[in-house]
C-alpha cells in the first residue's frame, strides 16, 4: 500500500509512505509528478523494518509512520485537493 500527500505550500511535492508486503515502511519525498528525489543510487528513500521479527531497531519510529500513513490517509479524504493521485 502505498499513500502520498502534496504539501501544504509548494503543490510539486509530495510526502510518501508506503508498507510493503512484508510491513516494512518506506518514506520518500516526491517532486513533479510525484516523482521520487534520486541520489547516485537511485531513489532516495529511508526502509525502517518491522519490529522484532523483521529485525527493526526503531520501533518507535516504525510506529510513528504509521500512525503518520493513517493520518494522512484521513487528510486525503478530508481535502482531497491535496492528494495527488487524485485529478483536480
Not at 510518501?16 to 508486503?21: A, F, G, K, L, Q
Not at 518514506?27 to 537511485?42: A, F
Request: hydrophobic share 35%.
Amino acid at each position: 500500500m502505498r499513500i502520498r500527500r502534496k504539501g501544504d505550500m509548494d503543490p510539486h511535492t509530495s510526502l510518501s509512505i508506503r508498507i510493503e508486503e512484508d510491513q516494512d515502511v518506506v518514506i520518500s519525498i516526491g517532486t513533479g509528478r510525484g516523482v521520487p528525489i534520486h541520489d547516485e543510487n537511485g531513489p532516495a528513500s529511508v526502509e525502517f523494518c518491522i519490529p522484532h521479527p523483521g529485525g527493526g531497531k526503531s520501533p518507535r519510529t516504525y510506529a510513528a509512520l504509521r500512525e503518520l500513513a493513517k493520518a494522512i490517509a484521513e487528510d486525503n479524504a478530508a481535502f482531497p485537493r491535496l492528494n495527488p493521485d487524485v485529478q483536480s
